[in-house]
């Protein structure tokens, strides 16, 4: 029994074919990777605005404490004054970081449903800054 003659167009018609294949593969791949960072840009939102709202509770907890024991306790409303202060800088930043976040998972969810653009512009806004320190 003869066998078919394997044409060269036959033979570039298969590499294409594999070619296209493997670049889908990898488009899927890349778009669960860009998915998996929308969700951690997400999550660093939701917590970070979490966080901002707890910290602005005990803000105001600490306050009215600091303005019932002042005459009891100044030392100890002293410093209820001093962390409060600190927390009045903070604040800013956990929301800052919030909106970083938002506009990350904005940007890698783009990237996941248009995976063959490449990979977001600015993909490091993910990593999280120092918060201000003591003056």
Known sequence: MKLPRLKVRTLLIVVAALAVLLEVIGLGQRSRRYATEASKAAELERSSLQIAHDAEIYLVESLKEADQIVAKDPARAAWLRLN?????????????????AAEAKASFERAMTHPWEGPPKEDDRLYATPPPGPP
Do not use: D, F, N, Q
């Open 84 to 100: 409060a202060e600190r927390l009045t800088r903070s604040i800013p930043y956990l929301r800052g970081e919030a909106v970083k």
